[in-house]
């Protein structure tokens, strides 16, 4: 690729914090054999109560340093980021970046993933209620509502913001601590409808706490995952890109702009394995 000849190429996943490695563990597992560089903003987490401009500022300054790493591709596994700077980033900012240094790069993001497979679940009649659970800032920015109906004009959409969750996961919470806001969540949604017809957990952090969700949610509730959808997508984009393929040797780097090791003990227990970070 011009501009990176002699560069070993990797495949970026940047998230705000700890949340992304939901998304990267499932990339991983759909493709083994490509090389990862996953980069945690964990000083600034976490992003769903921040300005958009801060949300943007931060997102470019991550994605510069991906860049540094050799990454011509970056899966953006931040809900936050992917509302409020996806956009901007790939109509304005990539095509500077391109110009300035001859690099074709690209960011894709994890919403219409996880649109796209909530819409063409089969289980979803018409008039059926979709729940979704998220951060403040992606509440307030609509974009679930507005590009689930654009594709499924049929469908209800309800939204819960959970302000102080994502932040809690990142400090390394106790889990009654975790727990409880889950449950004051879900049954500030459930007095909105009482039955939704599926959820999705709209911020990576959530699925690493999924088991909270279920309990207090109706029984038989199916939740749409992020991760599954956004790594069949990656599989696609790969196949319909070659042009972005990255390594073959399965290498894998984890980097951290800074985080309290308090919340190691869940995020290797999700994982599967210690992980080590290194400082970005």
Same mark, same amino acid.
């Given at each position: 690729?011009?501009?990176?000849?002699?560069?070993?190429?990797?495949?970026?996943?940047?998230?705000?914090?700890?949340?992304?490695?939901?998304?990267?563990?499932?990339?991983?597992?759909?493709?083994?054999?490509?090389?990862?560089?996953?980069?945690?903003? =964990?000083? =600034?987490?976490?992003?769903?109560?921040?300005?958009?401009?801060?949300?943007? =500022?931060?997102?470019?300054?991550?994605? #510069?340093?991906?860049?540094?790493?050799?990454?011509?591709?970056?899966?953006?596994?931040? =809900?936050?980021?992917?509302?409020?700077?996806? /956009?901007?980033?790939?109509?304005?900012?990539?095509?500077?970046?391109? %110009?300035?240094?001859?690099?074709?790069?690209?960011?894709?993001?994890?919403?219409?993933?996880?649109?796209?497979?909530?819409?063409?679940?089969?289980?979803?009649?018409? +008039?059926?209620?979709?729940?979704?659970?998220?951060?403040?800032?992606?509440? #307030?920015?609509?974009?679930?509502?507005?590009?689930? %109906?654009? %594709? /499924?004009?049929?469908?209800?959409?309800?939204?819960?913001?959970?302000?102080?969750?994502?932040?809690?996961?990142?400090?390394?919470?106790?889990?009654?601590?975790?727990?409880?806001?889950?449950?004051?969540?879900?049954?500030?949604?459930?007095?909105?409808?009482?039955?939704?017809?599926?959820?999705?957990?709209?911020?990576?952090?959530?699925?690493?706490?999924?088991?909270?969700?279920? +309990?207090?949610?109706?029984?038989?509730?199916?939740?749409?995952?992020?991760?599954?959808?956004?790594?069949? +997508? *990656?599989?696609?984009? *790969?196949?319909?890109?070659? #042009?972005?393929?990255?390594?073959?040797?399965? /290498? %894998?780097?984890?980097?951290?702009?800074?985080?309290?090791?308090?919340?190691?003990?869940?995020?290797?227990?999700?994982?599967?394995?210690? *992980?080590?970070?290194?400082?970005?």
């Amino acid at each position: 690729m011009p501009g990176l000849v002699g560069v070993e190429l990797l495949i970026g996943v940047f998230d705000s914090g700890f949340g992304g490695l939901t998304v990267h563990r499932a990339l991983v597992d759909a493709l083994p054999d490509r090389d990862f560089v996953y980069l945690g903003d =964990n000083r =600034n987490a976490p992003y769903g109560m921040r300005s958009p401009i801060d949300v943007l =500022n931060l997102t470019c300054a991550g994605l #510069e340093r991906l860049f540094s790493e050799g990454c011509t591709l970056v899966i953006l596994a931040c =809900n936050t980021a992917s509302v409020v700077a996806l /956009r901007w980033i790939q109509q304005q900012w990539l095509p500077v970046r391109c %110009r300035e240094d001859g690099v074709q790069r690209n960011v894709i993001g994890i919403v219409a993933p996880t649109i796209e497979a909530a819409t063409a679940a089969s289980t979803l009649k018409p +008039a059926s209620t979709i729940a979704i659970f998220a951060t403040r800032r992606t509440v #307030e920015s609509d974009c679930y509502p507005i590009e689930i %109906r654009k %594709r /499924r004009a049929d469908l209800a959409v309800v939204q819960q913001s959970c302000e102080l969750l994502a932040g809690a996961i990142e400090e390394g919470a106790k889990r009654t601590k975790i727990d409880s806001l889950v449950r004051q969540y879900v049954a500030e949604l459930l007095a909105k409808v009482a039955t939704p017809d599926c959820a999705i957990l709209g911020c990576t952090h959530y699925p690493l706490v999924a088991d909270a969700f279920a +309990a207090p949610l109706p029984s038989g509730i199916p939740i749409i995952h992020q991760p599954v959808a956004t790594a069949t +997508a *990656l599989q696609s984009y *790969l196949h319909r890109h070659p #042009e972005y393929d990255a390594g073959r040797a399965g /290498r %894998r780097l984890f980097l951290s702009t800074g985080f309290s090791s308090h919340a190691l003990p869940l995020i290797e227990k999700f994982w599967g394995e210690k *992980l080590a970070f290194e400082q970005a």
